[in-house]
């Protein structure tokens, strides 16, 4: 109690050092917190509109070598992202969990857009179910004009108004919704692909990114015929008794021996002793498959096909946890025996994310350097403080002071100095933010307004950065502290006499 005091005492006994150290700690919690305030503020809003307009909170992708983005763009420069295996089963896994909020399968790819036999240009495009789009998005677009397509209702696309600009100046007739819209994609595995489908709506995202804003939404099977997957649009895939049970014996070793494979069955066997009749599985050798029917010249078997997504949307209910659905997901997946990839929202959005992510670390690192700074300036203050009151130390040696209490006593002044330093500079910072809010940050250039997510980043008051400067500067201010008082304890008692 009695070192509190004359601690407290000691930060008005001597102004002038008071007054420079308490103005080194508040300009650098004022400094760390409008800094902290606006990155997180960018970083909250790129979070905001990827999350709940792109990515979700974290998504499935096929097995690639590289992080892939939404936009089926990879590091690694493959051409197609390839389809998630078991992504039914995934989907119902993740669903069934109960902090899990949707699951949005989905593809992408890119796209060219043509009038006729006139390519306008290259358009990236979402491959969606849309009634679970919209579930999985709520309220993520407005409608220029059109109507909303219905799932399972023919192939159609909805084009952003940036692409709706291009074909309207490009052709002699209006273009707008019931129009004819060319889309062509070129890739390894389907060769050059051409669709003609319906332009059902022109739409805006309800988020203010100018490098997102140029995507648009296609019907999956459409996407699916352009990226080269297999189609649902006719329906499954059916085959005759003969042709299942030729496939469930077929051994493809036997392509390069020169035996005949012994799943292939002789002219004799086929012709029915030239009757025409088609031979049976066990004639064959082979097992009819479940559900085959007696008469195998005309039994059918339906083969129901599974969906090829690419990716797997997952978002997560508030407050929960999305890095243990992430690892949980894992397991299953590694149970089910599928190699695929499980990445985060950064991962997920691409350069733009990522850039943001990368200034919030080069910011740390600066604020690394200006607190190594505030250390080294704190304590040279206190021990050129320290040595101006050699007698006073002494003094209080001389009367019984131990070591203990003048180490609590240099310590508890500087807490008091960084507490009230610390309150000064987080109203200072809190000021400039109230400001800076007021006007706005406009960004200089595009790379600005990606990074802002939007034309004007508009900086908001961070709890968390607040306590993370007010803790970060009274820490380094009490290590700064740490030599002087080792030199406060070396003053004797003798030394107070010996002082004028």
Not at 31 to 52: C, H, P, Q
Request: net charge neutral.
């Amino acid at each position: 109690m009695i070192a509190s005091a004359i601690a407290f005492r000691n930060l008005f006994l001597h102004k002038a050092k008071t007054l420079m150290i308490g103005t080194i700690m508040c300009l650098g919690i004022a400094v760390l917190f409008v800094g902290n305030s606006l990155i997180d503020t960018a970083v909250n809003g790129l979070e905001r509109i990827f999350v709940k307009g792109y990515t979700g909170d974290f998504m499935l992708t096929g097995s690639t070598v590289f992080p892939t983005t939404v936009f089926a763009e990879t590091s690694g420069g493959e051409e197609v992202v390839p389809h998630i295996r078991e992504s039914a089963a995934l989907a119902s896994f993740l669903s069934a969990r109960p902090e899990v909020g949707g699951v949005l399968p989905m593809l992408s790819g890119k796209t060219a857009i043509g009038l006729g036999e006139q390519v306008l240009g290259d358009l990236p495009m979402f491959g969606i179910d849309i009634d679970s789009y919209r579930k999985f998005f709520p309220g993520n677009i407005t409608l220029v004009s059109g109507s909303w397509p219905e799932s399972g209702k023919g192939a159609w696309v909805m084009l952003p108004e940036s692409a709706l600009r291009k074909l309207g100046g490009a052709g002699s007739a209006p273009v707008g919704p019931g129009s004819r819209i060319i889309l062509s994609a070129e890739g390894d595995q389907a060769g050059t692909v051409i669709r003609e489908v319906t332009l059902c709506a022109v739409f805006r995202f309800n988020q203010n990114n100018r490098d997102l804003a140029d995507m648009g939404l296609a019907d999956a099977d459409t996407m699916r015929d352009l990226l080269g997957f297999a189609s649902l649009r006719d329906g499954p895939v059916v085959l005759t008794a003969a042709e299942s049970a030729f496939i469930a014996s077929f051994n493809p070793d036997s392509l390069f021996t020169d035996e005949t494979p012994a799943t292939a069955a002789s002219p004799a066997e086929t012709s029915g002793a030239g009757t025409g009749a088609t031979a049976s599985p066990a004639a064959t050798g082979a097992t009819p498959p479940p559900g085959a029917a007696a008469d195998p010249a005309s039994a059918t078997v339906s083969h129901p096909p599974e969906p090829a997504w690419q990716f797997l949307l997952v978002s997560v209910k508030k407050g929960q946890s999305a890095s243990r659905t992430m690892a949980a997901v894992e397991k299953e997946a590694a149970r089910l025996e599928v190699d695929t990839r499980v990445q985060g929202w950064v991962e997920s959005a691409g350069t733009v994310a990522r850039t943001a992510m990368t200034v919030r670390l080069v910011f740390d690192l600066l604020v690394s350097i200006v607190a190594v700074v505030v250390v080294i300036i704190t304590m040279n203050a206190l021990v050129v403080s320290i040595g101006e009151r050699v007698a006073e130390i002494g003094t209080l040696r001389a009367i019984g002071a131990r070591r203990a209490f003048v180490r609590s006593m240099v310590l508890q002044e500087t807490a008091f100095l960084a507490i009230i330093a610390g309150l000064v500079g987080l109203a200072t910072g809190g000021l400039i933010l109230l400001v800076l809010s007021r006007v706005g940050i406009h960004a200089p250039n595009l790379f600005f307004e990606a990074l802002f997510g939007g034309p004007v980043l508009v900086p908001r008051v961070s709890a968390g950065a607040a306590v993370k400067a007010f803790l970060w500067i009274s820490a380094l201010s009490l290590l700064s502290a740490w030599y002087p008082t080792v030199v406060a304890l070396r003053v004797k008692p003798v030394t107070a006499m010996q002082s004028d």
